[in-house]
């Protein structure tokens, strides 16, 4: 089992930046694709960024196309979500999770999920 630590998260003005980092411990091996998730209040969650496990492919959803990133270092075994220009509709618990493939993730094959990090984009 992969245990996943999400940090980062608080709260920040309209237009601000935050980097959210999400660190795996137990039985990692750097073959996993690797995804941040989003839950906002009386939503659906929300895929918002994948990576490969070798970080060479990633994916953005549109509404965050050109101002997150996702990026990871495996000799680290973590993956950060760079997040620029953020709005507010950006607040929710943001989650990391480990894919069972190396290249997809999207919620059925999720193996490990992280316990959550709250971001409040908010004046």
């Known amino acids: 089992q992969v245990q996943l630590e999400e940090s980062g998260g608080g709260l920040v003005q309209p237009g601000g930046s935050l980097r959210l980092s999400c660190a795996a411990s137990g039985r990692t091996s750097g073959s996993s694709a690797m995804g941040w998730f989003r839950q906002a209040p009386g939503k659906e969650r929300e895929l918002v960024a994948t990576?490969?496990?070798?970080?060479?492919?990633?994916t953005v959803v549109d509404s965050v196309k050109g101002r997150f990133t996702i990026s990871r270092d495996n000799a680290k075994n973590t993956v950060y979500l760079q997040m620029n220009r953020l709005k507010p509709e950006d607040t929710a618990v943001y989650y990391c999770?480990?894919?069972?493939?190396?290249?997809?993730?999207?919620?059925?094959?999720?193996?490990?999920w992280g316990q959550g990090t709250q971001v409040t984009v908010s004046s």
């Open positions: 999770a480990r894919s069972r493939d190396s290249t997809n993730v999207h919620e059925g094959s999720v193996a490990d």
């Open positions: 990576i490969s496990s070798g970080g060479g492919g990633t």
